[in-house]
């Protein structure tokens, strides 16, 4: 059963259309990701379904009952902001009762226990009494988190709760966002422009923009058959080069425009101008052999594993391999892919 | 030279000044108020705090400014909360309105005032007409018109200190709040108004100390309002020094705006008192 059903939202701000009409369902329990860009409106749909913006046209529904002109505290939702929005003369406990004392949700003994609770979940038992400006950002966050989930909502709204995190923190914190789904099962909507942080946390990415629905499925889907050329370009950061698909002794190939060619799928079947989608952790690179050739620009050290910029008829093209691979500036060097991992997309 | 140093070399001119006009004259008029012909003495305070008269004035001022200063918090929180919350635009026309009768002349505004309040002005015929008060009803000299001049000239120190705190109060806090279950009023009481606090103490003070020596001014100016327009600003001058250093340092620093909100305001004993001093010099009973 659908927790929350959007239809056909539009929403303008002034003469800027932020939102194109949007159609969403989530599941009850479902943990739905919106994955975009910065400004491609995911804050102000989330804001819609939290009740803090107003709708142009179409509706939101909760549970069955429509809630668009319903007032923020009277639709059974919480939402985390990116700036996690702790009141700052109340202690860690009273931010977590706040809730709970607002919606009138048990006496006050039941109240103490909750909150108690919720603060041991995000490991935050001890700092009960300390005030939030005593706390360091990650820390924050999790009272943040805590607060939210401290009423079981129908709905849980994350607004890139993760974002102001360094990563080490980040990581611990996906996995407890995670644990803490698991284990409440509540519904719920997160914000994030990180596809890696969409891709690993989510039962569903929707992957939205300019204010519009690019596509949405599961995260293998939308990683491994991304439908347009912004969604593949936007998941995995794929590598987009302009070419047309003419007939080769082995199936359909592609033709870059310096007349390069490189072998697809026997299987493939869009035809004429076409943007080939190569995703950098697929390409592998060699100093001989068969294949397109692209020249080396630049190498960018990153620890693990090298960033390689090549050019290929006069387009840039990023390509991850080992650290240990060496090659030198304007060397010529050649490409090589599965022929399964290349992406044809109509242009 | 550290930060510390360089900060208070800065600071030093401003301090100097300070210290110079203010401190200098303030202290030697506590060293005036408790020394008489035989040395140090009290009895400038004794003879001040058992005579009804000047405790009487003590108990009206206190009484007022703190009614004043009530009303300018009732009044100034809710209006700066909308300067706050508003574009930048109509918060620019806001601030101006609310500061534009501090640019007024004191004489202009009080005219204004006399329009609107005396027997026969607006407000009163108004309500007659309305048939809510009797015939005999006024407001001009009255409290109630010393309370209303004051509101309007004090309101901007209010709702200017409030709106500096709650310009800086996030607005995401209420929206979290708001998610969280509260109406928009409860929201603004346990936000807001929280939030605000230290805005409202700093404009109640300054409203209070403010509104001790106007409602001075108010009292002591009724008599000279027909007799002079314009802003003769002179320190009541006693022949006993020691009792008006005494008075002042009971929070009154009088001073005499011959025109100023003064002319709301009526006192018989008052005016006499005042009678005698025309010539700024007053016989005390
Ligand atoms: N209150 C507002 N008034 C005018 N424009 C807004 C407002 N809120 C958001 N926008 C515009 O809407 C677009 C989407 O904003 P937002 O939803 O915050 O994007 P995102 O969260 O995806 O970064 C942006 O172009 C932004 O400038
Ligand atoms: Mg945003």
């Given at each position: 059963?659908?927790?929350v ?5 539009k ?10 009409g ?11 990701s ?19 913006e107003?709708?142009?046209?179409g ?26 929005a702790?009141l ?16 009138g ?20 038992e ?6 939030p400006?005593?706390?360091s ?12 989930i401290?009423s079981?909502p129908?709905?849980?709204?994350l ?9 080490r923190l980040?990581?611990?914190?996906q996995v ?22 969409a ?12 204010g ?13 058959q991304?439908?347009?050329?912004f ?13 047309d698909?003419v ?5 359909p ?36 052999g068969d ?28 390509a991850l ?19 399964q ?7 | 030279?550290?930060d510390r140093?360089?900060?208070l ?5 401003g301090?100097l ?24 003495t009290?009895?400038?305070f004794a ?6 008269f ?13 009614l ?14 909308i ?19 501090l ?22 015929e108004l ?5 809510l ?8 000299q ?5 309370v ?19 310009t ?13 279950g ?38 002591s ?10 802003g ?6 006693y ?11 009971g ?12 002319a ?8 006499q008192?005042?009678?005698?001093s ?8």
């Open positions: 059963m659908a927790n059903r959007l239809s056909a939202i929403k303008s701000f002034g003469k800027t259309d932020v939102l194109h949007i159609s969403l369902e989530v599941a009850s329990g479902e943990f739905v919106l994955l975009g860009a910065s400004g491609c409106g995911k804050t102000t749909l989330l804001r819609i379904v939290a009740g803090l107003s709708v142009t046209a509706s939101v529904e909760i549970e069955g009952v429509e809630v668009t002109r319903l007032p923020p505290e009277k639709r059974d939702i919480a939402m985390m902001f990116q700036s996690y702790l700052p003369h109340l202690d860690v406990a009273e931010n977590v009762r706040f809730p709970l004392r607002m919606r949700i048990g006496g006050r003994e039941e109240q103490a226990e909750k909150v108690k609770a919720a603060l041991e979940t995000v490991q935050l001890h700092f009960a009494d300390r005030r400006r005593q706390l950002g990650g820390q924050q966050q999790r009272v943040a988190l805590a607060r939210a401290v079981r129908k709905v849980l709204l607004d890139e709760p993760l974002s102001n995190l360094d990563a980040r990581e611990d914190m407890e966002l995670i644990e803490i789904h698991q284990r409440l099962g509540l519904t719920t909507i997160f914000v994030t422009h990180d596809q890696e942080e891709l690993s946390l989510s039962d569903r990415v929707v992957l939205l923009n300019a519009k629905i690019e596509q949405e499925g599961t995260p293998a889907e939308i990683y491994s991304p439908a347009t050329g969604a593949s370009n936007f998941i995995g950061s794929a590598n987009l080069l302009p070419a698909i007939a080769g002794d082995a199936g190939m592609a033709k870059f425009s310096d007349g390069q060619t490189l072998q697809l799928g026997p299987d493939e079947r869009v035809r004429g101008p076409v943007s080939i989608a190569l995703r950098q952790e697929d390409l592998s690179l060699s100093a001989t294949g397109p050739k692209a020249k080396v620009r630049t190498r960018v050290f990153l620890g693990a594993r090298n960033r390689y910029v090549l050019s290929l008829a006069g387009e840039p093209l990023r391999t080992a650290n240990d691979v060496e090659f030198s500036n304007g060397q010529s060097v050649t490409l090589s892919i599965d022929p991992r290349v992406r044809v997309l109509p242009r | 030279m550290n140093t360089e900060s070399l800065l600071a030093l001119p301090l000044l300070l210290v110079l006009a203010f401190f200098l004259p303030i202290g030697q008029m506590l060293v005036l108020s408790i020394s008489g012909p035989d040395g140090p009290l009895s400038h003879r001040f705090l058992s005579d009804p000047y405790l009487g004035i003590l108990w009206r001022t206190v009484r007022l400014s703190l004043i200063t009530v009303i300018c918090a009732l009044i100034g929180f809710p209006l700066a909360y300067m706050a919350r508003v574009g930048p635009r109509l918060r620019l026309w806001l601030v101006v309105m609310v500061i534009l009768p640019m007024t002349s004191v004489v202009v505004r009080t005219f204004g005032w006399m329009v609107l309040l005396s027997r026969s002005g607006l407000i009163p309500l007659r007409d309305m048939g008060v009797g015939r005999s009803f006024a407001l001009m009255t409290e109630a018109a010393i209303i001049g004051m509101v309007q000239v004090l309101l901007p120190f209010m709702t200017l200190s409030i709106l500096g705190v709650i800086r109060i996030d607005g995401r806090l209420e929206e979290a709040a708001r998610t969280m509260c109406s928009f009023l409860q929201s603004f009481r346990t936000v807001v108004l929280p939030l605000s606090l230290p805005g409202i103490v700093a404009g109640s003070l300054l409203c209070f100390t403010l509104s001790t020596s106007l409602v001075c001014d108010a009292q100016a009724r008599r000279h309002a027909n007799t002079s327009v314009g003769i600003d002179l320190q009541i001058g022949p006993n020094a020691g009792l008006a250093v005494c008075c002042s340092t929070g009154h620093i009088i001073r005499w705006h011959p025109a100023g909100t003064g709301l305001y009526q006192d018989d004993g008052l005016q008192w005042l009678s005698q025309r010539h700024g010099c007053v016989r005390l009973p």
